[in-house]
T-cell receptor, first 112, second 114 residues
Framework: GDSVTQMEGPVTLSEEAFLTINCTYTATGYPSLFWYVQYPGEGLQLLLKATKADDKGSNKGFEATYRKETTSFHLEKGSVQVSDSAVYFCALSHQAGTALIFGKGTTLSVSS | NAGVTQTPKFQVLKTGQSMTLQCAQDMNHNSMYWYRQDPGMGLRLIYYSASEGTTDKGEVPNGYNVSRLNKREFSLRLESAAPSQTSVYFC?????????????FGPGTRLTVT
């Protein structure tokens, strides 16, 4: 079945450092790919998305590119802030009205 | 526009007690979902409702029942709570068709079963 694998955390960075969180997936066909973020004590919020190969999703300085050849959707940010401290989830979906398949999440902690 | 709302926010139950978690959305979405989040496990689907009047089991349905009361509301019931059901529960909703199938999440219910 379909699955999503994320790098294990926690990831600890200093403010203004470069961030990469790796995500790879196993799926048939061409799923849509997502990154969700969960701030402490809150629900999940959609951070960015991509629907087809070579699409780049971006939001709030974060970027991820849908790479079909490597089945990857790595999350990057050039300069992290303390306010980016959160848990990040990579996810995929094949069609509307069906469940998202999530990775296990990566905790990011940014210190000043 | 409240999005997805969930009640209660926190709950403590004793083993064997029952309770219902409530979820409502105001985005006119057809599909709704219940997930549970456990440390190191990500989110796992309990039940979902692709449209009003239909419900289906997800990955971890045992010990739970659901009701799609109308298009807006989707409740999750624990008939006889067990410590293994200690978790954070999230409700979500989405469109039933069209790309890219993103889901919108509620703030969660933190449940402890002692």
């Amino acid at each position: 079945g379909d699955s999503v694998t994320q790098m294990e955390g926690p990831v600890t960075l200093s403010e203004e450092a470069f961030l990469t969180i790796n995500c790879t997936y196993t799926a048939t066909g061409y799923p849509s790919l997502f990154w969700y973020v969960q701030y402490p004590g809150e629900g999940l919020q959609l951070l960015l998305k991509a629907t087809k190969a070579d699409d780049k999703g971006s939001n709030k300085g974060f970027e991820a590119t849908y790479r079909k050849e490597t089945t990857s959707f790595h999350l990057e940010k050039g300069s992290v802030q303390v306010s980016d401290s959160a848990v990040y989830f990579c996810a995929l979906s094949h069609q509307a009205g069906t469940a998202l398949i999530f990775g296990k999440g990566t905790t990011l902690s940014v210190s000043s | 526009n409240a999005g997805v709302t969930q009640t209660p926010k926190f709950q403590v139950l004793k083993t064997g007690q029952s309770m219902t978690l409530q979820c409502a959305q105001d985005m006119n979405h057809n599909s709704m979902y219940w997930y549970r989040q456990d440390p190191g496990m990500g989110l796992r689907l309990i039940y979902y409702s692709a449209s009003e009047g239909t419900t289906d089991k997800g990955e971890v349905p045992n010990g739970y029942n659901v009701s799609r009361l109308n298009k807006r509301e989707f409740s999750l019931r624990l008939e006889s709570a067990a410590p293994s059901q200690t978790s954070v529960y999230f409700c979500a909703s989405s469109e039933a068709q069209g790309s890219p199938y993103e889901q919108y999440f509620g703030p969660g219910t933190r449940l402890t079963v002692t």
